[in-house]
């Protein structure tokens, strides 16, 4: 990654106020690597030449992969497109907080994208490793319902022609799955059971059952990812409680992916027991409590079952060729396969397949 002074104060003062004070020092370093992230990440603390300033000590700038495998999946889903044309069309309105954006690019030769962001390190940040409280799981089953909520069957889905239906992206996830599926086997080596090697082996030919059914009637935007690792939490009680990022994946589809998605990530498997029709009962009401009247709770249900074996689809072709091989990486790895091996077993969610 190649910045300089001139280009970082562009960044933080774009219309050149004279008043601003200047960057006069950075340094980098990179955050993230070995924990699964399909793009490099990385930390810029800055030293100006006043004390007396309002701009941010550091900002967090997100590019591309250097890794061709990585690059080939968010070329080929556009994801980095994505999550700059959310903040762009989007986040300005939304009643769910994502973090300031101070700059963002979109190469329209090579499609790589540049997106320079607020650092929410005085924030608490999620960790699907450690899983959370059930407040802390409220507050993000809460947060997400609002949302989904605002967007709701709104017309205004039909104009975002950059957004995808969720079913639209069948095609790419059946031509990546097998060789995603045989490389990430290879990663996880011991903590993939039979019970998932099953799963795995067999679920390409139902990609298309799966994102049709999470496609239909009613629709909303779906984060994509929402876990752990992508929420950072507010404990200013004046201020709203969560700030999200990591839009890269959203599209439209049912909501309750989202649900699935957290709650899948958020707790052990005898945590999730004992919380997740809490949870999605939870989400369900908010839904009705914010005008949606046009789906029931057993309707909720099943998205949640068949959720899972999307997500899993997901982490297949998405994490197949992510590196796991830090300390973190090789936990979250583990933690995935006991939390997917317990999930769909629990949850019957192949019963819902056809045969």
């Known amino acids: 990654m190649d910045i300089d002074l001139s280009w970082l104060n562009y960044v933080l003062n774009p219309n050149r106020l004279p008043h601003i004070p200047l960057a006069i020092n ?3 370093a990179i955050i993230g690597e070995g924990t699964g992230f399909m793009n490099q990440i990385a930390r810029v603390n800055i030293k100006y030449d006043s004390q007396n300033t309002t701009l941010p000590p550091s900002v967090i700038i997100k590019f591309a992969s250097k890794d061709e495998s990585l690059k080939h999946i968010t070329q080929t889903f556009q994801t980095d497109q994505r999550e700059i044309k959310f903040y762009e069309a989007i986040a300005p309105t939304a009643i769910l907080d994502s973090p300031r954006v101070y700059f963002s690019d979109i190469d329209k030769q090579t499609g790589n994208t540049l997106l320079v962001i607020e650092d929410l390190i005085n924030l608490r940040q999620g960790d699907s490793v450690q899983g959370c409280s059930l407040t802390d799981a409220s507050i993000a089953i809460n947060q997400i319902a609002r949302f989904h909520s605002s967007w709701w069957q709104n017309p205004a889905l039909m104009e975002l022609d950059w957004l995808p239906l969720r079913g639209n992206e069948t095609e790419p996830y059946h031509d990546i799955y097998p060789d995603a599926w045989e490389a990430l086997k290879v990663k996880a080596g011991q903590f993939m ?22 496609t239909q009637r009613p629709r909303t935007i779906t984060h994509g990812d929402y876990r752990l690792d992508n929420l950072f939490f ?3 009680v004046n201020q709203r409680p969560l700030v999200v990022f990591d839009w890269e994946y959203c599209s439209i589809g049912r909501g309750t992916f989202d649900v699935a998605t957290f709650i899948n990530e958020a707790f052990t498997p005898k945590l999730r027991r004992n919380h997740e029709m809490e949870l999605l009962t939870m989400y369900h009401e908010l839904l009705l409590k914010n005008g949606v009247d046009d789906y029931t709770f057993e309707e909720c249900l099943i998205d949640y079952r068949i959720s899972i074996l999307e997500i899993f689809i997901f982490w297949v072709v998405v994490g197949g060729y992510c590196d796991y091989e830090d300390a973190r990486g090789s936990a979250y790895l583990a933690n995935a396969c006991e939390k997917f091996d317990a999930s769909v077993h629990d949850l019957d969610c192949t019963a819902l397949l056809s045969t």
Do not use: A, V
């Not at 059971?193 to 999470?214: A, F, P, Y």
């Open 26 to 28: 950075y340094s980098t």
């Open 193 to 214: 059971t039979t019970r998932l090697l099953d799963l795995g082996q067999g679920l390409r030919s139902h990609i298309e059952e799966i994102k049709t059914h999470l």
């Open 234 to 236: 507010r404990d200013n």
